[in-house]
């Protein structure tokens, strides 16, 4: 039954992308006085047909999108070509908007069902990992440390043992679980195992463990040697004063904002999250890298290698420091320079020269002895736990639907690009591109998760149908398009036979980049 929902539901999506995008079209056509012969649901051969107002209106035995058929759209007719109501007779800006409405009712039909879903409330649009990172530190989405069961099978030994969403799998035959592929091995063996002391028979010929889990793994922080004792080598840096952290450069300013300040740590240790307060003493200082010869600085008797204390009795740790206390200081009136060399002595600068600088080079000198501890970039293998809804007053829903739309449209270019390139140049299909079957799946997933998140699925496939449309590229919109421009550019069409030649080809390579991604959608799925 669930199969058959979901079949249907896919048939009843892409019909309605299409429709919508033939709808755009069809109207434009209308409008700009072409004649439209029919206007079809599903694909030939014909079931049934009837005409009204001139149109051609039909349902297919292949029910599966539609189409619009114009006069005058094919250019080797060259009768129809003549008739005024033909599409070829019309105007440049006439045809261009043609070709271009499928693509904006795409787009409309995108932000009207976003609107409709930021009000309702629903999941944030992630395109990249980036996007993850982010809605981690805007606390859209919730993770852990650890192994998380997302979702127990029916009539599983998970369900059978008592296991529900949320539990934490901390071993599996005795031994501390660091990655998923790990469960995936000693499952696959056929072998009976324990988890978290549980015994699991899986002897009986179609018997299934039935868990599943939404793990990734995340970038993190790892401490390494370390002369705090509070910080343990090998702990994962989460977060530093509450700010969410990826990256070791990130750590670098954050501390370099608390220098000397107790900092606390959000840490996880053992898959255990906890906060530690530590003293963090600074661990540069801004160096005078350089001197200019004849400068105000030299003058005053600054040189190469002065560790730079306060400027304008302001503490600086970093040279956007010392620049922007420098900046403050009124024309005319000496900046005071507190320098270590030596012992600490205090420099006076007057004035600076014809560029504005006092004359001086900045740079950071690393001070290893005050260094607490040491850190570099890693991974741990981190569970979801929760991905709140985003939800927006009716007033302001329509804006965010627009500005998401307009960040998931660059991304998709992005994508299309590369798929075009990869398929050029290695003959491969990037990983995260779906075909028709990609899709299907996807759309059984959405069904189970309800209104809201099918309502989400249809606008993402909306606006990545009007992004691939728009693309210049033969026997797309885009591509029609493109013969409109080069017809103003030369002020001539090109040849019918020659525009008609390239729609083929450029019809021929989109069917083979289907037939790829659909074979490498088909080996996901059984791999």
Same mark, same amino acid.
């Given at each position: *039954?669930?199969?058959? +929902?979901?079949?249907?539901?896919?048939?009843?999506?892409?019909?309605?992308?299409?429709?919508?995008? @033939?709808? =755009?079209?069809? !109207?434009?056509?209308?409008?700009?006085?072409?004649?439209?012969?029919?206007?079809?649901?599903?694909?030939?051969?014909?079931?049934?047909?009837?005409?009204?107002g001139g149109v051609l209106y039909s349902i297919n035995w292949i029910p599966f999108g539609g189409f619009v058929r114009m006069l005058g759209e094919d250019p080797h007719d060259k009768k129809a070509a003549k008739d005024p109501r033909s599409f070829a007779c019309k105007t440049k800006w006439q045809r261009s908007k043609i070709v271009c409405a499928g693509v904006f009712m795409n787009f409309v039909l995108a932000w009207v069902l976003l609107s409709i879903g930021f009000v309702l409330g629903m999941q944030p649009l992630m395109v990249?990992?980036? $996007? !993850?990172?982010? !809605? &981690?530190?805007?606390?859209?989405?919730?993770?852990?440390? =650890?192994?998380?069961?997302?979702?127990? @099978? @029916?009539?599983?030994?998970?369900?059978?043992?008592g296991f529900v969403k949320g539990d934490k799998i901390k071993t599996i035959n005795g031994l501390q679980v660091k990655d998923v592929a790990q469960i995936n091995a000693v499952i696959a063996s056929g072998e009976n195992f324990t988890i978290n002391g549980t015994e699991f028979d899986v002897s009986v010929p179609g018997t299934k463990a039935g868990f599943s889990f939404n793990v990734f793994e995340m970038p993190r922080v790892i401490v390494g040697e370390t002369k705090s004792e509070y910080l343990k @080598? =090998?702990?994962?840096?989460?977060?530093?004063?509450?700010?969410? +952290?990826?990256?070791?450069?990130? &750590?670098a300013s954050l501390l370099a904002r608390n220098a000397d300040q107790e900092v606390e740590f959000t840490i996880s240790r053992d898959q255990e999250v906890m906060n530690v307060e530590v003293v963090v003493p600074q661990e540069h200082r801004t160096v005078i890298s350089h001197v200019f010869f004849g400068t105000p600085a030299e003058e005053a008797g600054i040189e190469q290698g002065d560790v730079l204390v306060k400027v304008n009795n302001e503490e600086v740790w970093l040279p956007e420091q010392a620049v922007a206390a420098a900046s403050l200081t009124p024309e005319g009136e000496s900046v005071t320079y507190e320098i270590e060399r030596d012992d600490i002595r205090v420099v006076k600068v007057m004035g600076r020269n014809n560029d504005g600088y006092v004359g001086v080079l900045l740079g950071l000198q690393y001070i290893s002895e005050n260094?607490?501890?040491?850190?570099?970039?890693?991974?741990?293998? %981190?569970?979801?736990?929760?991905?709140? $809804?985003?939800?927006?007053?009716?007033?302001?829903?329509?804006?965010?639907?627009?500005?998401?739309?307009?960040? +998931?449209?660059?991304?998709?270019? /992005?994508?299309? =690009?590369?798929?075009?390139?990869?398929?050029?140049?290695?003959?491969?299909?990037?990983?995260?591109?779906?075909?028709?079957?990609? &899709?299907?799946?996807?759309?059984?997933?959405?069904?189970?998760?309800?209104?809201? /998140?099918?309502?989400?699925?249809?606008?993402?496939?909306?606006?990545?149908?009007?992004? +691939?449309?728009?693309?210049?590229?033969?026997?797309?919109d885009g591509g029609? *398009?493109?013969?409109?421009?080069?017809?103003?550019?030369?002020?001539?069409?090109?040849?019918?036979?020659?525009?008609?030649? &390239?729609? %083929?080809?450029g019809f021929i390579f989109l069917i083979i980049v289907i037939f790829m991604v659909t074979f490498q959608d088909i080996a996901r799925l059984f791999g």
């Open positions: *039954m669930h199969l058959l +929902i979901t079949i249907v539901t896919f048939l009843v999506i892409f019909s309605i992308l299409i429709l919508v995008h @033939e709808w =755009g079209h069809f !109207f434009m056509a209308r409008r700009n006085g072409v004649k439209v012969e029919e206007f079809g649901f599903g694909l030939p051969p014909r079931l049934w047909g009837k005409k009204y990249n990992s980036d $996007d !993850f990172l982010q !809605f &981690i530190r805007d606390g859209r989405i919730d993770v852990a440390p =650890g192994l998380y069961v997302d979702n127990v @099978e @029916e009539w599983s030994i998970a369900e059978y043992e @080598e =090998g702990d994962v840096i989460w977060a530093v004063n509450g700010q969410e +952290i990826f990256y070791a450069s990130e &750590i260094q607490v501890f040491s850190y570099y970039d890693g991974i741990e293998v %981190s569970s979801v736990t929760e991905i709140h $809804d985003v939800q927006y007053p009716v007033y302001e829903a329509p804006v965010e639907a627009f500005s998401e739309m307009g960040r +998931i449209s660059v991304y998709t270019a /992005a994508m299309v =690009g590369q798929l075009f390139g990869n398929i050029f140049t290695t003959a491969s299909v990037p990983e995260g591109v779906a075909g028709p079957v990609g &899709i299907a799946q996807m759309t059984g997933l959405y069904v189970q998760e309800g209104f809201v /998140a099918l309502l989400r699925f249809l606008a993402l496939l909306s606006l990545s149908l009007g992004v +691939i449309n728009i693309f210049p590229f033969p026997a797309l029609r *398009m493109a013969f409109i421009i080069v017809e103003a550019i030369r002020g001539k069409p090109v040849d019918a036979k020659i525009e008609g030649l &390239i729609h %083929s080809l």
